[in-house]
């Protein structure tokens, strides 16, 4: 093969931000992760020669399609939806749907992009993929919800399978949404496969599927503060969001010991200095997906709390941890400083891509441990991929097996950012998961060629 001109850093990422213009959130996650793969591949030739990064930074495809529905008002509604398949070297692709209304193609190939990196750090055989829409489902009668889904998932379904592209649930799609979307997509195909994880417990579901983004991440938290030599018990922490991630995440907190002091949505965050207990935890579940109401009324409920309002978030509260489990870039540079200056020692990241670059970089120079979300909140993708394999081999799994496994995996997954991100003491997560995931995926592409 020809000897490569290396292109640098600056000059790589110039070409990344002309070619995707605008696309903010896909050039901040390429930046992030090329950083690190420009050290590691500096005297690796064969990956220059091949181009390994910039073919992994360019979507294998992203499928864009209208989606129409009917509301209660027998008004005709038009959004659209997408699925980005941004790389399959290692296995289907495989990652979440979101319907928000933030939604746009740079937010998913930013989440596609990053999940490439997740889904190998696993260890399963999975590529990455996200997909999602514009739609905004807060608000919505549950008949509208379905029409939404079933329209979504008649254009979907032609471009997934199981051994295809796997998508599951993320921001605004939980156990209703893949309920409609599954339904459709048998009635369409006429076939009861796993096409969809994060299916409910009786139509193929696995048992930890629910719990297991939250827990992972305390779990990639307790491994961290393992290997300084501490653990859970007794610190405080502020965690921001109140959906499936951040509520499983305080749940396994007050488990292990620790006293949780917030939640949030976006309309701002719940202080409880008498700290959130398993049945203030329910309340929040319940109340932000059954009732699907707003976080502001736990402190109607819960006189011992106060509520910030205006989209505030919690890092001001000070806290041993930080676990941010909402969504993209809501901890910036100010936040992380107000963090360290309350004496934080660490961070995991149950949301993806939470802290801005400007963010991560308080982090590192004051040296507290901190994992970022392609390797703190793999353990939902990763139970993900287990809920593949029960499928294929129609096979359910107990609580207990699974609850093992999540475990596992979560502590291989924290060995592989210690192999690669270690720096004499300090390790760098960031580093080391991108290191990490990067290499698998690339020596695959390597034996494949150039396709
Ligand atoms: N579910 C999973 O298994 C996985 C999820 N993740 C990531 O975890 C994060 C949370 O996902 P999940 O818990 O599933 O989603 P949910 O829809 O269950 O909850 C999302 C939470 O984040 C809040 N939120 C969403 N958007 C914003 C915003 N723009 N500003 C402030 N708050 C916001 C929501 O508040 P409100 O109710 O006001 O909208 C809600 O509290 C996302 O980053 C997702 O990509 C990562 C790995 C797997
Ligand atoms: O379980 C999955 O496939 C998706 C999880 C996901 O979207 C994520 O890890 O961000």
Known sequence: MAVSDHVDFDTFMAGVKKRNPGQTEFVQAVHEVAMDIFDFIEDKEQYHAAQILRRMAEPDRVISFRVCWEDDNHNIRVQRGWRVQNNNAIGPYKGGIRFHPSVTESVLKFLAFEQTFKNSLTGLPMGGGKGGS??????????????????????????????????AGDIGVGGREIGYMFGQYKRITNRWEGVLTGKGIEYGGSRMRPEATGYGAVYFMQNMLKHQGQDIEGKTAVISGSG????????????????????????GFIHDPDGFTQEKIDWVKHHKTHTRGRISEYADHYTSATFHGDGARPWDVPADLALPCATQNELDEDNARSLVANGVIAVSEGANMPTTLDGVKVFHDARIMYGPGKAANAGGVAVSGLEMSQNSERISWNHERLGEMLTDLMEG??????????????VDYVKGANIAGFKKVADAMLAFGVV
């Open 134 to 167: 514009n739609f905004n489902p807060k608000g919505k009668s549950d008949a509208e919800v379905m029409r939404f889904c079933q329209s979504f998932m008649t254009e979907l379904y032609r471009h997934i399978g199981p051994e295809t592209d796997v998508p």
């Open 413 to 426: 997954i924290h060995g592989k950012c210690v192999e690669y991100g270690d720096q004499g003491g300090y």
């Open 244 to 267: 499936n991630v951040a509520t499983h995440a305080a749940e396994k907190i007050v488990q292990l010991g620790g006293k949780v002091l917030t939640l949030s949505d976006s309309g």
